[in-house]
């Protein structure tokens, strides 16, 4: 009896909140993961290394069939020391690997944090095509990705998904601050639904090309972001709703 051969995807950032979410997802579903993270990661075949090392980035992923970039210092920070090497360093070493290697699929992780003033001040839903207002040097640092993710597309015909995520906390400090904010809970992304939205970015047939979606959790109340593209695009519905399962995984 023949079974198909085993997919792989590179995870970087996978020792961090969304990535193990993320590894956890795609080794049920049956998928090689190559955790790519500077910290040891828990689940699938762990590879420690830091972005800034262009060879270690190429190395693992040659031969892969779909990459989920992660990796990056997840909020604003010393711009120098974190941002520049993490956010930018990282990501350029990561697109020309994944260029190299003719990765099919590659997964970004954007930020709402690009609309920053829109998510108090509204038009919402906010759509995909509004204008930008990002929040700070973070912020800009996912623009940046966004604008890689677009030449990527272009250059390779490749499949590049640009995913503006929602909220996921990554401490208890950090849900109490959620619980606490005007948009968190409309915006909040449980480990779970990041999870299977990553699923579906890998395996779902998408068109050659960029596309930029918004992924979160069902809204609190306010439909905060436009989740009608991602549903089409990759047949994907979140299930869960602030707080569940918020505190799920973390330390403490
Ligand atoms: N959690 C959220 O609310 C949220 C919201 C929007 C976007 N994002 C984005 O999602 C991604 C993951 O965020 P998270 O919340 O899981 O963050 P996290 O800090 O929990 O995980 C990030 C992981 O990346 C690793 N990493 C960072 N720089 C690295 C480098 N130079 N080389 C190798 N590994 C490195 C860290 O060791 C860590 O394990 C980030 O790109 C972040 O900007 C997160």
Avoid at 51 to 69: C, E, K, M, S, T
Avoid at 87 to 97: A, P, S
Avoid at 147 to 157: K, M
Avoid at 220 to 247: F, H, N, S, Y
């Amino acid at each position: 009896m023949s079974s198909s051969p085993q997919r792989t995807v590179v995870v970087t950032g996978s020792a961090g909140r969304l990535g193990r979410a993320a590894c956890r997802e795609l080794l049920a579903r049956g998928w090689h993961v190559r955790a790519f993270d500077r910290c040891p990661s828990p689940a699938g075949e762990s590879i420690v290394a830091d972005l800034a090392d262009a060879a270690a980035v190429a190395a693992v992923l040659q031969g892969a069939d779909a990459l989920v970039h992660l990796a990056a210092t997840p909020d604003d920070d010393d711009f120098a020391a974190r941002l520049l090497p993490d956010n930018l360093l990282g990501l350029h070493n990561v697109i020309e690997g994944a260029k190299a290697a003719a990765v099919p699929r590659v997964i970004l992780a954007s930020s709402g944090q690009v609309n920053f003033v829109q998510q108090y001040e509204g038009p919402w839903p906010i759509r995909v095509g509004d204008p930008l207002t990002p929040r700070g040097w973070y912020a800009i640092t996912k623009v940046a990705l966004e604008a890689a993710g677009q030449i990527h597309a272009r250059v390779t015909g490749a499949a590049v998904i640009s995913v503006r995520l929602g909220w996921c906390p990554r401490d208890r400090a950090h849900a109490d601050e959620l619980g606490a904010s005007f948009h968190g809970p409309h915006c909040y992304l449980s480990p779970r639904d990041a999870g299977t939205f990553f699923a579906a970015a890998v395996e779902h047939p998408v068109p050659a090309g960029h596309h930029i979606v918004y992924a979160t959790s069902r809204p609190a109340e306010i439909e905060m972001v436009d989740l009608e593209p991602t549903k089409k695009l990759l047949d994907w519905e979140p299930l869960d709703r602030w707080p569940e399962g918020a505190t799920d995984d973390l330390p403490g």
